[in-house]
């Protein structure tokens, strides 16, 4: 009789479990999707993210969520890149706004040009992810195939060439 009640007792604590398990599941499928896709219309983007992407790049799609627009353009023929910006002064992790999660064997910092601090993660030959702190925020850059040192720095010169001309239009 004992044992009756105790494995009655036991699936009905597990039915209980179970049903919370399949609950949380639930809310977590219909979380809502933060970015608005804005298409090429930097605009649109700059209204959601409530700030202005200084690149204007063709051949490109925008998408925005508060504080934050990325960018999807081709790298060459067969690659994309992802360019995030934010203009929120203080960030978690480290400044890392590239939403990749993926663990690299090199995860480091270099100087660019002898002189603009980038944190890079990738492969001995390969950089899947870029970060760097601007003078209006912070920037990625991700690469699912991975790019080159020469190629990180391109978009470094895009930006910085985006970044100096929308200061001094400002003043």
Same mark, same amino acid.
């Given at each position: ?38 298409? +090429?219309?930097?605009? &649109?983007? $700059? ?8 690149? !204007? ?29 934010? @203009?929120?002064? !203080? ?6 706004? $590239? ?40 920037? $990625?850059?991700?690469?699912? @195939? ?10 470094? @010169? ?5 970044? +100096?001309? &929308? ?5």
């Amino acid at each position: 009789m004992k044992k009756i009640i105790f494995l009655l007792l036991t699936f009905v604590v597990l039915v209980g479990c179970l049903g919370k398990v399949v609950e949380e599941k639930t809310k977590l499928i219909g979380m809502a999707n933060p970015w608005t896709d804005c298409g +090429t219309d930097f605009e &649109q983007a $700059s209204l959601v993210a409530g700030f202005t992407f200084p690149l !204007k790049l063709s051949k490109c799609d925008v998408r925005a969520m508060k504080n934050m627009i990325e960018i999807n353009y081709p790298l060459d023929e067969t690659r994309t890149v992802c360019v995030r910006k934010t @203009d929120t002064e !203080k960030l978690a992790n480290d400044g890392d706004i $590239s939403g990749v999660y993926i663990e690299y064997p090199v995860n480091k910092e270099i100087m660019l040009k002898g002189a603009v601090p980038l944190k890079i993660r990738g492969t001995e030959d390969k950089i899947y992810v870029m970060n760097m702190a601007a003078s209006n925020g912070y920037y $990625s850059a991700y690469c699912k @195939d991975g790019m080159t040192i020469e190629e990180i720095e391109g978009i470094y @010169d895009i930006i910085a060439e985006a970044e +100096t001309s &929308q200061l001094y239009s400002n003043h």
